[in-house]
Every structure is written in C-alpha cells, then in structure tokens.
T-cell receptor, first 108, second 115 residues
Framework: DAKTTQPNSMESNEEEPVHLPCNHS???????IHWYRQLPSQGPEYVIH???SNVNNRMASLAIAEDRKSSTLILHRATLRDAAVYYC?????????FGKGTRLSVIA | EPEVTQTPSHQVTQMGQEVILRCVPI?????FYWYRQILGQKVEFLVS????????KSEIFDDQFSVERPDGSNFTLKIRSTKLEDSAMYFC?????????????FGPGTRLTVL
C-alpha cells in the first residue's frame, strides 16, 4: 500500500481554522484520499474523501494538490470536540491501512 | 442516522477461552470488516467479508479467528482460544460496497481483556 506521512501532533486554538497536512508522494492514479478521525475511546469516524478535486462536506474541506502528492484537511473552526487523532489514508481496492495519524489538540 | 452497533462493550475472559464478538452492520451495506487496536497502537485490519465469505484477511487473522454472518443482521468474530496478546479494542465496520469511493462506518468497539 502507498504510504502517507503526517505530523505526529498539532495544536489549535478553539474557533480557529486548522490545516492538517498529509504527504503521499507514491499515490497511484486510482487511489482515493480518505480522512478518518478517532476521538478518545471511540472507533474511527469517516471525515471526508476525494480523488482529484477539492471537496467540502459538513465536517471539513479537503484540498488536494494538483499533482496529488499531498493533501490538506481543513477544519474551518476547531472546537473542543474536534480533538482527536486524524488519519490520512490512501484507499484503493484494499482495506483501510491506518498509520499513526496526527493528534490534534484544541485549546480553549 | 443508521449506525454500526457492537456487543458487548467490554468482555473479560480467561486465557484459552473462546469469545464471540458481535456486530450489527448498517442494514443495506454489503461489505463487513473487523479491525483491532491494541492499547496505544495503530488500528489494524483483520478481515473483510462479502457475499458470505472472506474476501481478504491479514496475517493477524490466523486459524484462531473466524467470522460468520449467522443471519441477515449479525456479523460475528470468534476467537477460538484467546491469548493474552488478543487483549485489544475490536472494531467492526461496514460499507455499501468495496469501492475505494465508499467510506467505512465503524462501530464503537468491544474492549476484550484476556486474563
């Protein structure tokens, strides 16, 4: 499976935007970029996914570089409930492969 | 909003005993998965299930593990003879299809403690 690289941790102030980066230089043409998050003591939760174009949903936005070798998950206004581990995963016809993700801390 | 449910939330067992973890996937989903997460470690794929058979499994999913869809709603993971190292959170997930376009919906997990 193609691998992703994410910072181990990031910190944000409440109600500020958060940009979570992910590098995936070995992405293949058919891989989708998925983001999941895991709140403390909970199961993973789907956030957003995309292939080539930027995507928006009620939870977040996903900005995908033109060469698809990197992407950024954008939380427009971080809340305390957004404190979680965020996983960037390349998804082909394979199961989800979770890395260590980025632990996001939100400061009130 | 439909959700994946899992029972029990916490299972304590003695080493060598059999355990069955239960999941009810979202009703119109066709693909089912089990993952596990040892405390402090990554979420790891165990097995995927489609059309009443295993479609893919990881190296972790050895002969001690089995999965079954005994009726139209439940999806179970059986560990035949538990070991201490099986202690982990076990997450069930389901998806409408196996397409990379589709997200997976995860349950809240079962915490398995093997003594």
């Amino acid at each position: 499976d193609a691998k992703t690289t994410q910072p181990n941790s990031m910190e944000s102030n409440e109600e500020e935007p958060v940009h979570l980066p992910c590098n995936h230089s070995t992405i293949s043409g058919t891989d989708y970029i998925h983001w999941y998050r895991q709140l403390p003591s909970q199961g993973p939760e789907y956030v957003i996914h995309g292939l080539t174009s930027n995507v928006n949903n009620r939870m977040a936005s996903l900005a995908i570089a033109e060469d698809r070798k990197s992407s950024t998950l954008i939380l427009h206004r971080a809340t305390l409930r957004d404190a979680a581990v965020y996983y960037c995963i390349l998804k082909g016809n394979t199961p989800l492969v979770f890395g260590k993700g980025t632990r996001l801390s939100v400061i009130a | 909003e439909p959700e994946v449910t899992q029972t029990p939330s916490h299972q304590v067992t003695q080493m060598g005993q059999e355990v069955i973890l239960r999941c009810v996937p979202i009703s119109n989903h066709l693909y089912f998965y089990w993952y596990r997460q040892i405390l402090g470690q990554k979420v790891e794929f165990l097995v995927s299930f489609y059309n009443n058979e295993i479609s893919e499994k990881s190296e972790i999913f050895d002969d001690q593990f089995s999965v079954e869809r005994p009726d139209g709603s439940n999806f179970t993971l059986k560990i035949r003879s538990t070991k201490l190292e099986d202690s982990a959170m076990y997450f069930c997930a389901s998806s409408p299809s196996g397409s990379p376009r589709n997200e997976q919906f995860f349950g809240p997990g079962t915490r398995l403690t093997v003594l």
